[in-house]
């Protein structure tokens, strides 16, 4: 992946699921290998797309949301966010926390047209400082989330 990125390829171009590591294997490949777990946190708009745009069909996948929907003792009537899944499993300190915030506030100035950024900014190479940790940060803190809701 990190190949991908450092030499400009973008999900646009279809070549960041097409081409192979040193062994063969495309990112498609695992995507749709249903041995090979993945994590999501609400995964319909991502599976959709996938398959829309990349003919991506997710395998073996793991959403932490629904994992929360179902071990929860009250309140069933409502998904969660990722921001309270965060908030209430990961194991981050509360000023951890605020700044965990305070960085997803900042990536989305980046990306949502209605705050003033937009979405072609995760085309651009290098990327951005902070871009690649705060996705860094969420796969960690999903991590510890799953292991949280194992069921």
């Known amino acids: 992946m990190k190949r991908l990125m450092d030499n400009g ?3 646009k171009d279809n070549v960041a699921f ?3 590591n040193a062994a063969g294997v495309t990112l498609k490949a695992v995507l ?3 041995q090979i777990n993945k994590v999501f946190f609400d995964v319909r708009n991502d599976s959709n797309a996938l398959f829309h745009h990349f003919q991506v069909s997710l395998q073996g996948v793991q959403d932490l949301q629904l994992m929360e929907l179902a071990t929860r003792r009250k309140n069933r009537r409502l998904v969660a966010s990722l921001a309270r899944a965060i908030k209430e499993d990961s194991p981050i300190t509360f000023v951890e926390k605020l700044k965990w915030e305070q960085h997803k506030k900042w990536t989305k ?3 949502d047209p209605k705050k003033g950024g937009r979405f072609e ?3 651009e190479r290098p990327f951005r400082d902070g871009i690649l ?5 969420d796969v960690a803190l ?9 069921l």
């Open 9 to 11: 390829s973008n999900v």
């Open 18 to 20: 097409t081409i192979g």
């Open 32 to 34: 749709e290998a249903s």
């Open 109 to 111: 100035t980046l990306f």
């Open 121 to 123: 900014v995760f085309n």
């Open 133 to 137: 940790e705060c996705c860094v940060v």
């Open 142 to 150: 999903l991590n510890f989330a799953r292991a949280l809701r194992r």
